[in-house]
């Protein structure tokens, strides 16, 4: 049976070790970070995009050179659907907020074999937290750490703590799709929690600090929900599209063309799904 220990390892430490890089950049405001917009309206990168993809690239093709890598901000390579182990990267998660000066951003490393994502690290900097799972045949277990404190176990969390949020949504893609989903759902606005990173979000959702992450358009790719998916799935939570459908790691497409829903352990996601289906009809067809 693999372990992925040694995966692991090497991907919180990479992802740790980025976290330094990439705030010594955003310490250094605007003249470092050297904002600009990528194509095809595709958002914005900056230097530390590039300078934390590239360490954790060379850094993974060193230890593991026989895996395929699917990164935000590098060439996509045609063969990767192919490959029996996929690495799938998103350098800085959250980089329209992380340019802004913003804490609420991550760096994701994510480990899909054989199309189905089954190790997740999520590095989030600024709060110095840092969570990971592993969820592969026999192996299922999910960890957060604040801080350098000790792990707290993801696993069984929602027996231990109610959601403080009912739903938590994205702060700087603000969609008019968001206020129905509130309304759908029977929600206030003030028991919405808008933050940025699908990584954050997602890391939400399997701490159960909120019920459920609704993203209802375009814009998120494999890389952005790969690593936090082990998270959430591990923890107990589910991850699917916005008609409830499963979420397919096995391409060709990298693209979510249905948006993304998420719901915490113990949150009946089959009835989020039913409560959103007369908007979802609308939307997707």
């Known amino acids: 049976m693999q372990t992925f220990d040694q ?11 980025c976290g330094a ?31 934390v993809e590239a360490r954790i690239i060379a850094g993974l093709r060193e230890r593991f050179p026989d895996d395929a890598i699917l990164a935000e901000e ?18 800085i998660d959250g980089t329209r907020d992380f340019a802004q000066g913003a804490a609420c951003w991550a760096i994701h490393i994510g480990l899909c074999v054989r199309g189905v994502p089954a190790l997740g690290v999520v590095h989030e900097p600024r709060a110095e937290r840092t ?7 026999d192996t299922q277990l999910a ?10 176990a ?47 979000k997602l890391a939400m959702i399997a701490r159960a600090d909120a019920r459920a992450y609704a993203h209802p358009t375009l814009g998120t790719k494999l890389w952005d929900s790969c690593a936090p998916h082990v ?30 829903l998420a719901t915490a352990p113990g949150v009946d996601h089959d009835a989020v799904v039913a ?4 908007l979802t009809r609308e939307w997707y067809g």
């Open 154 to 200: 993801l696993h069984g969390i929602r027996e231990r703590r109610q959601p403080r949020w009912g739903l938590v949504a994205s702060r700087s893609h603000r969609s008019p799709r968001i206020d129905p989903i509130i309304a759908a759902l029977g929600l206030r606005d003030d028991q919405v929690q808008r933050t940025g990173s699908c990584g954050v």
């Open 275 to 278: 409560a959103l289906r007369p």
């Open 131 to 137: 969570s990971w799972a592993i969820d592969h045949e």
């Open 21 to 51: 890089i990439a705030l010594a950049l955003q310490a250094g405001g605007p003249e470092r970070l050297q904002t600009r917009d990528k194509a095809d309206d595709q958002g914005p990168v900056t230097a530390a995009d590039l300078a």
């Open 74 to 91: 590098s060439a996509v390579d045609s063969a990767w659907p192919t490959a029996e182990r996929v690495w799938m990267i998103d350098p």
């Open 231 to 260: 998270i959430l799935r591990a923890a107990g939570g589910r991850l699917t599209t916005m008609t409830g459908a499963p979420i397919s790691y096995a391409g060709p497409d990298i693209a979510h063309t249905q948006g993304l």
């Open 143 to 152: 960890w957060t750490r604040v801080d350098g404190g000790p792990p707290l």
């Open 7 to 17: 995966e692991l390892h090497t991907a919180i430490d990479l992802a740790t070790e």
